[in-house]
T-cell receptor, first 112, second 118 residues
Framework: KNQVEQSPQSLIILEGKNCTLQ??????????LRWYKQDTGRGPVSLTI?????NTKSNGRYTATLDADTKQSSLHITASQLSDSASYIC???????????FGTGTLLAVQP | GAVVSQHPSRVICKSGTSVKIECRSL??????MFWYRQFPKQSLMLMAT?????????EQGVEKDKFLINHASLTLSTLTVTSAHPEDSSFYIC??????????????FGPGTRLTVL
């Protein structure tokens, strides 16, 4: 079964600290993996997209890694800001129909 | 980057009425649009896929007669929730994709529409 699992489910960190979010997937065939940021009451905004040949991609303070062999990805946030408080969703494109398969997200709260 | 808008951003309606939600791609032509529903503290669930000029493809368990989708142009798709009931209250999000724009087949998401049925 094609699945995307994220951990932790929620996370609280202090402003200025770094954090790493995890994503494991069992989607096959694999097309690409995306990380989205979703603010409360808003639509998802793309942070990074990676194909199997890309093992790291950065977008400002966000750095995503991908290990296609172990089917794991991580999103590292550096020097967190209050505005980073949001849900971070790992999404894998693939499977027989090449649809987006969503993880349940990690809810990040950055506190002053 | 590509921008997708939705209108209205939030709507409150009485049970039994119909509600139309618009999804527009503002600076690109979308050959395919998707409609998602998101309940509190859950991830997005795909409801249907629509291609311009053809009938929408609905996911299993989604009633096509209740959630009418029209993709009449390359920049506009509409979702009509017919005879809305309180259990239809949810956050509806559309996305748009341009085939061939990139190797990623990226989808661009709208800001969402909060539907509350009283």
């Amino acid at each position: 079964k094609n699945q995307v699992e994220q951990s932790p489910q929620s996370l609280i960190i202090l402003e200025g600290k770094n954090c790493t979010l995890q994503c494991n997937y069992t989607v096959s065939p694999f097309s690409n993996l995306r990380w989205y940021k979703q603010d409360t009451g808003r639509g998802p905004v793309s942070l990074t997209i990676m194909t199997f040949s890309e093992n790291t991609k950065s977008n400002g303070r966000y750095t995503a890694t991908l290990d296609a062999d172990t089917k794991q990805s991580s999103l590292h946030i550096t020097a967190s800001q209050l505005s980073d408080s949001a849900s971070y969703i790992c999404v894998v494109s693939g499977g027989a129909t090449n649809k987006l398969i969503f993880g349940t997200g990690t809810l990040l709260a950055v506190q002053p | 980057g590509a921008v997708v808008s939705q209108h209205p951003s939030r709507v409150i309606c009485k049970s039994g009425t119909s509600v139309k939600i618009e999804c527009r791609s503002l600076d690109f032509q979308a050959t395919t649009m998707f409609w998602y529903r998101q309940f509190p503290k859950q991830s997005l669930m795909l409801m249907a896929t629509s291609n311009e000029g053809s009938k929408a493809t609905y996911e299993q368990g989604v009633e096509k007669d209740k959630f009418l989708i029209n993709h009449a142009s390359l920049t506009l798709s509409t979702l009509t929730v017919t005879s809305a009931h309180p259990e239809d209250s949810s956050f509806y999000i559309c996305s748009a994709r341009v085939s061939g724009l990139s190797s990623y087949n990226e989808q661009f998401f709208g800001p969402g529409t909060r539907l509350t049925v009283l």
